[in-house]
């Protein structure tokens, strides 16, 4: 008898295993599995259960196979009908999950993760690695979406120990990726886990100026921490900086026209381009050598290509003008790595080409930036008639409406005789007048009513000329509507000193180069000193002349670091996937005929 219930008790023990190898554990519920019926059959299956918890997971499989082929209107169809109140917390988990991952392919990060904030989430520690690593993936995804770029981080070091092969190497890399673009302010190096690890790694290497400093610092952060994945496995970007140190820049070709209508501007691209070498060669560096190319005398570009291989080009820095570097973005590929001074239409070009320019469409998207960083969400918008206009105002427009902002009218300035009528027009003061006659007609009599202004408007985006703002504004304080800020790109300021001119301006915030806000920079007075006309307006072409220059050894690095910046004269510079170098720049505000510095936009 005894045996015989040991017997009984070993095949319970034995049973009691087998059903706990199969699911979580008996109160988190059995999850789907990979079904050999079809989705048609799952859900004949479910209408045909003998329970309604049986009929709820039979929908879920099918709801699961659904999104694996490809079908997420079907999956979200079918998963609306399984009742959540009706599965296991195991199940609910792997419900929520399948959700998030069905929002993301709507790309609505915000629902994803509202569908991860279920309460059995608390249970996912519980739950096979298989599951903890697709909520945790799709959870980092979402995270990413949302602009939450440390707890993102954070969900894909968590998964990590659990991937293996292609997929621990993608997720890898996609770490390095998030670290990587975090400000320097939000990285807290203060822990010994992994995640702070990377973080380690990130301020050691964003910490570091020249490519040879970054590869010390990162090879005495493995030295440190020998045992951290990132160690053991550098990310390949950083892979790419280590190669970048490597093939130091030795010769630089400057191609800029000395003729023609463009050759003021290529003067001052060049004077600023050599002070910032001559600056490097004072400061005890080695720099590169440069060769001197008249883009103006050109008659091929694969002429000159040729031409600067035989000299030992390894980078070109120019050409400045637009048709040449629309050719250049073109071709399939460039014979040597080239940095042009201005931008092509398209997005996309060869590998070896990078773009970088005075874009007015940065400034309007720093304008945005701004008045969002200012709490602002409603906008109305006045830029000059023609091409350029149009580009300043898609660009803002893109800008502040992807990140939840409103337009509320849009004028285009024109002849100066219309303005007062076209701010009367954007602020409905016409309308305001006309109920005030009605007002008096109806009375009989004269009734004092000044005209009211919308309400609605919290903000104008201004991208115009000096001569065109100093109209502009008095109009605004005469139209009654001179308490409404106004947002301006750096073209409304000339630089001349004119108080008179700056008064008419009053309360106008505009951004601008460092150049032209920071006259203690030493470079800057050694340039002003020599040039005066660096000093106005044309200081912008010389700070980005000392840009170039600075860029040339850096763009591989900016390359192999997402989001990384050098604090440049002509702005904050970045790169975007493209290739193509973005600024951001500093504020300052027009106050009682003065230029006055504003504290920098929140990066």
Same mark, same amino acid.
Request: hydrophobic share 40%; glycine share 6%.
């Given at each position: 008898?005894?045996?015989?219930?040991?017997?009984?008790?070993?095949?319970?023990?034995?049973?009691?295993?087998?059903?706990?190898?199969?699911?979580?554990?008996?109160?988190l519920g059995?999850?789907?599995?990979?079904?050999?019926?079809?989705? #048609?059959?799952?859900l #004949?299956?479910?209408?045909?259960?003998?329970?309604?918890?049986?009929?709820?997971?039979l929908?879920?499989?099918?709801?699961?196979?659904?999104y694996?082929?490809?079908?997420?209107?079907?999956?979200?169809?079918?998963l609306?009908?399984?009742?959540m109140?009706q599965?296991?917390?195991?199940?609910?988990?792997f419900?929520s &999950?399948?959700?998030?991952e069905?929002?993301?392919?709507?790309?609505?990060p915000?629902?994803a993760?509202?569908?991860?904030?279920h309460?059995?989430?608390?249970?996912?520690?519980e739950?096979?690695?298989?599951?903890?690593?697709?909520t945790?993936?799709?959870?980092?995804?979402?995270?990413?979406? $949302?602009?939450?770029?440390?707890?993102?981080?954070?969900?894909?070091?968590?998964?990590?120990p659990?991937?293996?092969?292609?997929?621990? *190497?993608?997720?890898? #890399?996609?770490?390095?990726?998030?670290?990587?673009?975090?400000?320097?302010?939000?990285?807290?190096?203060?822990?010994?886990?992994?995640?702070?690890?990377?973080?380690?790694?990130?301020?050691?290497?964003?910490?570091?100026?020249?490519?040879?400093?970054?590869?010390?610092?990162?090879? &005495?952060?493995?030295?440190?921490?020998?045992?951290?994945?990132?160690?053991?496995n550098?990310p390949?970007?950083?892979?790419?900086?280590?190669?970048?140190a490597?093939?130091?820049?030795?010769?630089?070709?400057?191609?800029l026209?000395?003729?023609?209508?463009?050759?003021a501007?290529?003067?001052a691209?060049?004077?600023?381009?050599?002070?910032?070498?001559?600056?490097?060669?004072?400061?005890g560096q080695?720099?590169?050598a440069i060769?001197?190319?008249?883009?103006?005398k050109?008659?091929?570009?694969?002429?000159?290509?040729r031409?600067?291989?035989?000299?030992?080009?390894?980078l070109?820095?120019?050409?400045?003008e637009?048709p040449?570097?629309?050719?250049?973005?073109?071709?399939?590929?460039?014979?040597?790595?080239?940095?042009?001074?201005?931008?092509?239409?398209?997005?996309?070009?060869p590998?070896?080409?990078?773009q970088?320019?005075?874009?007015?469409?940065?400034?309007?998207?720093?304008? *945005?930036?701004?008045?969002?960083? $200012?709490?602002?969400?409603?906008?109305?918008?006045m830029?000059?008639?023609?091409?350029?206009?149009?580009?300043?105002?898609?660009?803002?427009?893109?800008?502040?409406?992807?990140?939840?902002?409103?337009?509320?009218a849009?004028?285009?300035?024109?002849q100066?005789?219309?303005?007062?009528?076209?701010?009367?027009?954007?602020?409905?003061?016409?309308?305001s007048?006309?109920?005030?006659?009605?007002?008096?007609?109806?009375?009989?009599?004269?009734?004092?009513?000044?005209?009211?202004?919308?309400?609605?408007?919290e903000?104008?985006?201004?991208?115009?000329?000096?001569?065109?703002?100093?109209q502009i504004?008095?109009?605004?304080?005469?139209?009654?509507?001179? $308490?409404?800020?106004?947002?301006?790109?750096?073209?409304?300021?000339?630089?001349?000193?004119?108080?008179?001119?700056?008064?008419d301006?009053?309360?106008?915030?505009?951004?601008?180069?460092?150049?032209?806000?920071?006259? *203690?920079?030493?470079?800057?007075?050694?340039?002003?000193?020599?040039?005066?006309?660096?000093?106005g307006?044309?200081?912008?072409?010389?700070?980005m002349?000392?840009?170039?220059?600075?860029?040339?050894?850096?763009?591989?690095?900016?390359?192999?670091?997402?989001?990384?910046?050098?604090?440049g004269?002509?702005?904050?510079?970045?790169?975007?996937q493209?290739q193509?170098?973005?600024?951001?720049?500093?504020?300052a505000?027009?106050?009682?005929?003065q230029?006055q510095?504003?504290?920098?936009?929140?990066?």
């Amino acid at each position: 008898m005894i045996a015989c219930l040991r017997l009984f008790t070993a095949l319970c023990l034995a049973a009691l295993l087998a059903a706990c190898a199969s699911s979580p554990s008996s109160s988190l519920g059995e999850l789907p599995r990979t079904p050999d019926a079809s989705i #048609e059959q799952l859900l #004949e299956q479910a209408t045909q259960a003998k329970t309604p918890e049986k009929a709820a997971l039979l929908r879920l499989s099918a709801a699961d196979l659904a999104y694996r082929q490809g079908n997420a209107g079907q999956s979200a169809q079918i998963l609306q009908q399984v009742p959540m109140e009706q599965l296991k917390p195991g199940q609910q988990i792997f419900a929520s &999950t399948l959700n998030a991952e069905l929002a993301m392919t709507r790309n609505q990060p915000k629902a994803a993760l509202t569908a991860l904030s279920h309460p059995s989430l608390q249970h996912l520690g519980e739950m096979p690695e298989e599951q903890q690593v697709r909520t945790g993936t799709v959870h980092a995804r979402a995270l990413e979406a $949302d602009g939450q770029t440390l707890a993102a981080a954070r969900e894909r070091v968590f998964i990590a120990p659990m991937l293996q092969g292609e997929a621990a *190497s993608k997720n890898h #890399e996609a770490i390095w990726t998030l670290i990587g673009s975090l400000p320097t302010d939000q990285l807290q190096p203060n822990t010994t886990d992994d995640l702070g690890g990377w973080m380690g790694l990130a301020m050691a290497v964003k910490s570091a100026g020249t490519l040879e400093q970054q590869q010390a610092a990162i090879d &005495t952060w493995r030295a440190q921490n020998p045992k951290h994945p990132a160690a053991i496995n550098l990310p390949l970007p950083l892979t790419k900086l280590k190669e970048l140190a490597s093939q130091p820049l030795s010769k630089i070709a400057l191609l800029l026209p000395q003729d023609g209508p463009l050759a003021a501007v290529g003067k001052a691209l060049r004077e600023g381009f050599m002070a910032a070498h001559y600056q490097a060669q004072q400061a005890g560096q080695k720099p590169p050598a440069i060769e001197f190319y008249d883009s103006s005398k050109l008659t091929s570009m694969d002429e000159f290509y040729r031409k600067a291989q035989a000299d030992g080009v390894q980078l070109v820095v120019g050409p400045l003008e637009k048709p040449l570097v629309k050719q250049l973005s073109t071709r399939p590929q460039l014979p040597i790595t080239t940095l042009a001074l201005n931008y092509s239409e398209g997005d996309q070009g060869p590998a070896q080409l990078f773009q970088f320019g005075l874009a007015a469409e940065d400034e309007a998207r720093e304008v *945005s930036r701004r008045a969002r960083a $200012d709490g602002l969400h409603r906008a109305a918008i006045m830029v000059p008639k023609g091409e350029w206009g149009d580009r300043v105002l898609r660009a803002f427009s893109q800008d502040w409406q992807a990140n939840g902002g409103s337009i509320v009218a849009t004028e285009r300035v024109d002849q100066p005789v219309q303005l007062a009528q076209q701010i009367a027009d954007m602020f409905q003061l016409r309308q305001s007048e006309a109920r005030a006659k009605s007002l008096q007609n109806a009375a009989g009599t004269n009734v004092a009513a000044q005209p009211s202004r919308r309400q609605d408007i919290e903000f104008i985006f201004l991208a115009a000329t000096p001569q065109q703002a100093q109209q502009i504004k008095p109009t605004l304080n005469f139209q009654y509507a001179g $308490d409404v800020p106004v947002y301006a790109t750096s073209h409304v300021y000339s630089a001349s000193g004119d108080v008179n001119q700056y008064n008419d301006m009053n309360g106008i915030r505009f951004c601008e180069t460092p150049w032209l806000l920071d006259s *203690s920079d030493p470079l800057r007075q050694q340039v002003v000193a020599q040039w005066p006309q660096a000093a106005g307006s044309l200081g912008r072409l010389y700070a980005m002349g000392v840009d170039a220059y600075r860029l040339a050894p850096r763009l591989g690095q900016l390359k192999a670091l997402p989001d990384s910046r050098i604090d440049g004269e002509s702005g904050s510079l970045g790169m975007t996937q493209t290739q193509r170098v973005v600024r951001q720049l500093p504020w300052a505000q027009f106050v009682s005929g003065q230029v006055q510095r504003l504290p920098d936009t929140p990066r």
